[in-house]
């Protein structure tokens, strides 16, 4: 069973600081992995994108995948306010979701 | 980008009703999925809707209890068949190219 885990959180920073979110997954031949942000009540909506090695940057967002130790990261700087939110993980393209990452950024 | 609309939006049925979710998409796309998501809760994958074949389901999923249809590139219905209270739920559908998928805004159910 391919699996994709997440810490369900709640992750919690104050405004302006970096906030990390970790996603680890099973299938050592996954080759794409996602990053969604879901608002409470809305549906997900796709915000990042990575398939090799290494970081990828987007303007406030950085996704970092390392397939050597099966983990895709999400690190949001300057986090605002309206950036609290679920952050889903998705793995390749048969979208197998994490449990998600509530972060809820302080004024 | 794929813009992704689902009719009804919302509804309330009764128990041993079935319902048919409709998806639209404003472009052909190759890839169709069908979710649900409980209140609080992540994604679990329904099916995969094949355009022309049958849907490939997950486990816990079968076809009598939700059927699947896609007809073209740009169309999918789910039917929730002889509900009950456990299918309350929102039910979302995706479609995208190969590495990137849309969501619709979600069809709300509760079934009494």
């Known amino acids: 069973q391919k699996e994709v885990e997440q810490n369900s959180g709640p992750l919690s920073v104050p405004e302006g600081a970096i906030a990390s979110l970790n996603c680890t997954y099973s299938?050592?031949?996954?080759?794409?992995f996602f990053w969604y942000r879901q608002y409470s009540g809305k549906s997900p909506e796709l915000i990042m994108s990575?398939?090799?090695?290494g970081d990828k940057e987007d303007g406030r967002f950085t996704a970092q995948l390392n397939k050597a130790s099966q983990y895709v990261s999400l690190l949001i700087r300057d986090s605002q306010p309206s950036d609290s939110a679920t952050y889903l993980c998705?793995?390749?393209?048969?979208?197998?979701f994490g449990a998600g990452t509530r972060l809820t950024v302080k004024p | 980008s794929a813009v992704i609309s689902q009719k009804p939006s919302r509804d309330i049925c009764q128990r041993g009703t079935s319902l048919t979710i409709q998806c639209q998409v404003d472009?052909?796309?190759?890839?169709m999925f069908w979710y649900r998501q409980q209140p609080g809760q992540s994604l679990t994958l329904i099916a995969t809707a094949n355009q022309g074949s049958e849907a490939t389901y997950e486990s816990g999923f079968v076809i009598d209890k939700f059927p699947i249809s896609r007809p073209n590139l740009t169309f999918s219905t789910l039917t929730v068949s002889n509900m009950s209270p456990e299918d309350s739920s929102i039910y979302l559908c995706s479609g995208g190219q190969q590495e990137t998928q849309y969501f619709g805004p979600g069809t709300r159910l509760l079934v009494l």
């Open positions: 299938d050592r031949g996954s080759q794409s």
């Open positions: 998705a793995v390749n393209n048969d979208m197998r």
């Open positions: 990575i398939y090799s090695n």
């Open positions: 472009s052909q796309v190759t890839m």
